[in-house]
Each structure stands twice: as structure tokens, then as C-alpha cells.
């Protein structure tokens, strides 16, 4: 690779033509900062300024508060927003949009209704997003960063251009790559064995989400209905712990795993020694 295309201007050039923007990558944590202006509500749901104020015209989405001339919206706002594009990709119309809504609300409790639409919607990464500039890029992983390589490290979501810096969503991966290049380890090859990896962990997720949804809401409701009366708050509450409660086990899951793994190939190792030596003496 070339001097000139290891320089930042010429990484960013590239990065622009090549790299395309992370699913749902967004930066605002809610917890911080619950307030959006209508430009800022959209693109942090990943829509558009016509799209939210179409939704508010046909009753989809609630009104936004009135600052004088400005309308602001909360993460209430964001949160149906995002249930709307989600059912929008499914292949829902507008209108069987409106229709389910309308049944959703019906005799439940306006605020037991968002509050359980926030607690799905707004799941945030725990980690403070840190920020680099392309050479610290450069300095960090040397050879390894290519174009082809920052455009799937994009894909992944671990870096997320703006402007001339970079966002880095997940600090420890990013230190985890660096240590793991460090040693030795390609950084594509990384990235190839961490897409291999969110694939099972995609998996993990769905069917502990699955189990969940089965006994607090399918044993009692039924596959077709919906939470009701005091449910409704009480399944907003406990989603709110299901991501600590996930991460115990999965950690101590995949530290047991780890440990039987690694042993595992020491033995294999030192049996294929132990195998030459006896055939060359």
C-alpha cells in the first residue's frame, strides 16, 4: 500500500466513496439527552422531517410540545417513530399501522403504554463513545487499516465517521482490536471472526428474548394479544433489567467456554509434540 493512501485526507476521500452507515447508528444517549428538535428526531430515528410530520397529520405519532415557535419531542416521540419504521419494513401500510396502534391503546393507560415502548425502543450502549481522528487510526493499526477494512469496520458499527474524526462507539472492542493486532493478529481477520461471531450472538439474543416474551406474555395472553392493565407496566419495568441480567449469564457462559476452549488446544498442542517427537526418535 502506497504512502499517499495511508494519509488521512486520502483515508477519508475513500472512506466517503466506499463506506456506507452502520444499521441504526445513532448518537444520542437517551439517558442524557431527551429532547429533539424535529431535524434531530429524525435523523436520530433514522427518517426524515416528512415522514414525522406525515405521521403526526394521519395520528400515528402525538404532537410535540410547543416552545414558542418550535416544536419539541421527547423519547416518547422517538420511540414510536422507531416502532413505525420497523413495522414499515416488515411491509405494513400506514394504515394497518394506525389500526394496530389504535388496539394497542385501547383500555390501557396512556403512560403504561409509552413507557413500555420507551423501555423496547431505547436500549443504549452502556459504553462512553470515545473519538479519534484518522492518523490516531493510523498510529493505532498501522498497516492493517485499509480502505476495504474501514468500510467494514464501518459496516459494524465500531467506527462511525463524522466529519474528520471518528466516533468509536465501543471503546473496548476498539482497545481489544488494537491489542489483538498488536499481537500479531490481522485486524480484517478480527473483523471477519467478530461478524461470525454478532451472528451467533444474534441468535443468543432472539431466543433469550424469545423465552421471555413466551412466559410473560404468550402462556398469558395468547401468540396474537397484548399485555393488559397493570402488565403492561410491569413488562416495561422488567425489560429495563433484561440486559444485565443477559450479560451475567452470557459472560460467565462464555468464560467457562473460554477456559475449556483454551485448555483444550493446549492438550491438542503438546499431543502433536509429543507425536513428532516419538516419530523422529
Known sequence: MSSSRKTPAALLRSLRQQAFRPAGGTSADLEKRQEFTIDELAREAGSTVRNVRAYQDRGLLPPPEKRGRTGIYSDVHLARLKIIGALLERGYTLNNIRDLLSAWEEGRDLNDILGLEVAVTSWRNPQVPSYVDYQDLIDDFGEDITPEVMTKAV??????????????????????????????????????????????????????????????????????SLPQGEDVATLAEFITRIRPLAEAVVNDELGRVLEKSINKVLVDRLENVLAHLEKHH
Open 155 to 224: 459496516s459494524l458499527g465500531y467506527i462511525v465517521p463524522e466529519g474528520m474524526r471518528l466516533r468509536v462507539p465501543y471503546p473496548r472492542v476498539y482497545n481489544a482490536g488494537k491489542e489483538l493486532v498488536e499481537a500479531g493478529v490481522p485486524l480484517d481477520a478480527v473483523l471477519t471472526h467478530v461478524r461470525l461471531v454478532r451472528h451467533e450472538v444474534d441468535k443468543l439474543a432472539e431466543r433469550f428474548i424469545g423465552m421471555i416474551i413466551q412466559h410473560l406474555v404468550d402462556d398469558k395472553y395468547g401468540e396474537n
